[in-house]
């Protein structure tokens, strides 16, 4: 089936430096194909020197929005007119939307993606409404941090390899509140813990696995990793292996795709079991 792009095709993207690795413009083309839209979602390699330029140009190029991936957010949040609620509690935009009077809205959908696809895999949160630990004091937790105390955690404890990292991250939530801790405490710390996140690289593809001894852990804790390649990282087959539930990582780049999607090219993606697979086979 040729590509079926007229004059008029919707345009959108994701800006990144670099952007060859993300599978956004694959998500979204599929989504594009599937409802048959007259759209295009393209990848946006710019580099730091070129972000506000883009972000001046695109609009005029008929652009109705795009995402943007590391290292751009922080810069994203600064180029925008208007912030949503999520973006101003992040200091990070991921979701830019072209207002009809050519002016820009950033929003920060990470946040929604993390806790929809933890709903979608978990089903209701109650019984996990205690503590959560989450491993990492990255972009990826302060999201995470955010979603768990918009969801009513009563407890949030952050553990980082870098303590002052955590206690920076702590510290620029006050709303949220949530405890940094030193690395080492993290096997302690395991066993009151309701829910365990792992937002660092480890566990991916070319990085070394997190090696954290669960022993400590309840067997009813849910056990989620925000890392996708591999679907099954070594933490969640290990939580598996004994028992624990999880909540596997490629959902959240899913779910945080939806707004946009809806945004732009005004359609819903429909659910489909066949998008996990599409994603990770290799081109
Ligand atoms: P992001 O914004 O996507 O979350 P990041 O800011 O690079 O990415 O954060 C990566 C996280 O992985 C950090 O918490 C980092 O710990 P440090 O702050 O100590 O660097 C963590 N990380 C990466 N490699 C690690 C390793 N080998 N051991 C422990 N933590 C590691």
């Known amino acids: 089936m040729p590509l079926n792009l007229s004059g008029k095709a919707m345009l959108a993207g994701v800006m990144g430096h670099p952007v060859a690795h993300s599978l956004s413009p694959r998500l979204h083309n599929y989504w594009i194909a599937q409802a048959g839209l007259d759209a295009v979602y393209i990848p946006l390699a710019v580099s730091p020197e070129e972000v506000r330029e883009a972000f001046r140009l695109l609009p005029k190029m008929g652009f109705r929005g795009w995402n943007v991936t590391v290292p751009h957010k922080e810069t994203a949040f600064q180029q925008v007119d208007i912030r949503s609620e999520s973006a101003i509690a992040t200091g990070a935009v991921n979701t830019v939307y072209v207002q009809e009077d050519g ?21 209701d949160l ?13 972009g990826a937790a302060r999201a995470v941090a955010q979603g768990l105390h918009q969801e009513g955690f009563s407890e949030i404890i952050i553990v980082n ?70 679907l099954m990282t070594p ?8 028992g624990n539930p999880i909540v596997t990582g490629l ?33």
Not at 108 to 113: A, F, L, P, V
Not at 235 to 242: G, I, N, P, V
Not at 265 to 273: M, N, Q, R, S
């Open 235 to 242: 933490l969640l087959s290990a939580a598996k292996a004994r």
């Open 103 to 123: 002016s820009l809205r950033g929003d920060n959908t990470d946040i929604y993606g993390f806790i929809s696809n933890l709903k979608s895999q978990a089903g």
């Open 161 to 230: 390899r870098t303590m002052s990292r955590a206690e920076a991250l702590s510290a620029s939530m006050p709303h949220a509140n949530p405890r940094p801790l030193a690395w080492e405490k993290l096997p302690h710390a395991l066993e009151e813990t309701a829910l365990l996140v792992n937002t660092t690289t480890l566990g991916m593809q070319g990085h070394p696995p997190l090696d954290v001894p669960l022993e400590a852990l309840p067997k009813s804790a849910l056990v989620a990793d925000i890392v996708y390649t591999p």
């Open 126 to 138: 109650s019984p996990y409404r205690a503590r959560a630990l989450i491993i990492g004091a990255g």
């Open 251 to 283: 959902g959240m780049l899913i779910h945080q795709a939806i707004p946009g999607f809806q945004g732009w090219f005004g359609v819903t993606p429909a659910p489909d079991k066949g998008l996990e697979v599409f994603l990770l086979t290799d081109t």
